[in-house]
C-alpha cells in the first residue's frame, strides 16, 4: 500500500540538522584527514603502507571502543530525561576535540586524538538515531531518516568545499600550512556545534523506562537482559546478524575510501572532488529512496543497495586509475545514504520504542563492530600482501551473506509492539 509523503514539522527539519551537522566530521574523516595524517606519518618515517596500516587500526581502536560504550550510553539514555543529556555530552565533545586537531605535531598524537574524537562522534549517533521514535510517527521514519542522511550530504559539502579552498589556495592567501589546517578543523568544529544546538533545544523523550534502584545498576541488568532476550525475537535478531556483515562493507568503504586511493598513488586533488561529487550525488539519490519507500516496500529497496555495493567491491578490485575512482564515487553515492537510512527507519520499527536507545546501542554493535572487522581485515591483508585491491575486494563475501541473512529476516512478521 502506498503511502502520501508527509509535510515535515519543525522537530522533524531539527532532527535532521544534525546530520548536517556531524556529517562535516565524516566527510572531513573520509578525505582531508586521511591527507593530513598521511602528511604527518610520511614526513615522520612511516611508508605509504604502514600509513595506511596504522590509519585502518586507529579506525579499528576507535569502533571496538563504541561497540563497548554504546550500548551502555544507549540503554542509560532510555531513562526519564537523559537522552538529551548524553547526547550534548558527546556532540559537543566531539566537536571541541575536532577543534583541537591542530595541536597535535607528531602522527601518533593526531591518531589518538582521531580515535578519541570518533568515539564521541559514534555515541553521539547511537543517542541521535534513537530519538527518531521520539521525533516522528512510523509512517513518516523512512522518509525523515532519508531526508537526514540527504541534507547531510549537502549541508557537509559547504565547509568541506570552503576547506578545500583553504587548502588549495594557500599559496595565493599566504597562509602558512599549519594556519590552513587551524582554520579547517575550527569551521568543522563550529558547523558540528552550530547544527547540535537546535535540535538540543526542542526535543523532549517521549518514550523512556524508569530505572530499577540505582542507574548504573539498572543499566547492566537491563542491557544484560536485553542480550538474552533479543535471541528469541527472531526477526531483530536477524535483521542485526544481515546488518553486521553488510554495513560493513559500506562502513569501511567510507572510512578507507581516499587513505586507499592515495595508497595507490591517486591525484589527492582529484580523490577530493571525487568524493565532494559523492556528496552532491547523495543527495537527490537519498531522498529518492526516501519516496520511493512510499510505494515500494522497504525490505526490497534495502536488498537492492546491498547487492549495489556488492558490485561496488567487485569493481574495486580492478581499480588502478583516477576516472575508476570517480566511477566508484558515484556508485557510492547512489545507493550510501538510502541503505543506510532505510536500515536505521527499518529498525526503529520492529524494536520496543521505551527502549529505542538501548536497542540502538545494539545496532551500533552490529554497525561499528562489523566496522572494526572490515578496517581490520583491509588492514591485515594489505599489511600481509602489500595488495589493496584484494583486501577490498573480500569486501564483497560480507555483503553476499548479508544479502542472504536480511532475505531471511524480511520475510518474518514485524514484532507485535512494534505496532503499539
Not at 610520511?42 to 600509513?51: F, I, N, P
Not at 548524553?86 to 602522527?107: D, E, K, R, T
Not at 553521539?124 to 532519508?146: A, G, H, T
Request: hydrophobic share 50%.
Amino acid at each position: 500500500m502506498s503511502k502520501k509523503p508527509n509535510k515535515l514539522k519543525s522537530l522533524d527539519f531539527k532532527w535532521i540538522l544534525y546530520d548536517v551537522g556531524n556529517s562535516a566530521f565524516v566527510l572531513l574523516t573520509a578525505s582531508i584527514l586521511p591527507i593530513y595524517f598521511n602528511s604527518l606519518a610520511t614526513g615522520q618515517g612511516l611508508s605509504e603502507a604502514d600509513y595506511l596500516t596504522w590509519w585502518s587500526y586507529g579506525t579499528s581502536i576507535a569502533t571496538v571502543i563504541v561497540a563497548i560504550a554504546g550500548p551502555l550510553m544507549g540503554t542509560l539514555a532510555d531513562f526519564p530525561h537523559k537522552k538529551k543529556k548524553i547526547f550534548l555530552l558527546n556532540a559537543l565533545g566531539g566537536a571541541f576535540l575536532l577543534f583541537c586537531f591542530w595541536i597535535p605535531s607528531h602522527w601518533a598524537a593526531f591518531l589518538i586524538l582521531f580515535v578519541l574524537t570518533k568515539i564521541l562522534y559514534s555515541i553521539s549517533l547511537v543517542i541521535y538515531d534513537s530519538m527518531l521514535v521520539d521525533v516522528c510517527p512510523e509512517d513518516k521514519m523512512d522518509e525523515v531518516s532519508s531526508k537526514g542522511y540527504a541534507w547531510g550530504y549537502l549541508g557537509s559539502c559547504v565547509p568541506f568545499i570552503v576547506s578545500l579552498g583553504l587548502i588549495l589556495g594557500q599559496g595565493t592567501l599566504g597562509l602558512s600550512f599549519h594556519v590552513v589546517m587551524i582554520l579547517v578543523f575550527a569551521l568543522n568544529a563550529f558547523w558540528w556545534a552550530a547544527f547540535t544546538l537546535p535540535l538540543a533545544r526542542s526535543y523532549k523523550q517521549a518514550h523512556s523506562t524508569p530505572p530499577e534502584g540505582s542507574a548504573l545498576k539498572a543499566t547492566f541488568s537491563r542491557l544484560g537482559h536485553t542480550f538474552k532476550d533479543i535471541r528469541n525475537q527472531k526477526k531483530v535478531f536477524l535483521f542485526m546478524l544481515a546488518f553486521f556483515f553488510y554495513i560493513d562493507g559500506v562502513y569501511t568503504i567510507i572510512d578507507l575510501a581516499t587513505a586507499y586511493g592515495t595508497s595507490l598513488g591517486l591525484d589527492q586533488t582529484g580523490l577530493l572532488l571525487a568524493l565532494l561529487l559523492t556528496q552532491v550525488v547523495a543527495f537527490p539519490s537519498a531522498i529518492l529512496f526516501g519516496y520511493l519507500a512510499n510505494t515500494r516496500p522497504v525490505g526490497q529497496l534495502i536488498k537492492i543497495g546491498i547487492f549495489a555495493y556488492l558490485c561496488i567491491a567487485i569493481f574495486a578490485l580492478f581499480m588502478h586509475s583516477t576516472w575508476q575512482f570517480w566511477v566508484l564515487a558515484v556508485a557510492v553515492g547512489l545507493f550510501q545514504g538510502g541503505l543506510q537510512a532505510l536500515s536505521r527507519s527499518y529498525f526503529a520499527r520492529i524494536i520496543p520504542k521505551d527502549q529505542a536507545g538501548e536497542y540502538f546501542g545494539l545496532y551500533d554493535i552490529a554497525g561499528k563492530g562489523a566496522s572494526f572487522l572490515g578496517t581490520t581485515i583491509v588492514g591485515v591483508i594489505t599489511q600481509i600482501t602489500g595488495q589493496q585491491n584484494i583486501a577490498v575486494g573480500t569486501l564483497a563475501i560480507l555483503f553476499v551473506i548479508g544479502i542472504l541473512i536480511f532475505n531471511k529476516a524480511d520475510k518474518l512478521d514485524d514484532p507485535v509492539y512494534a505496532a503499539k
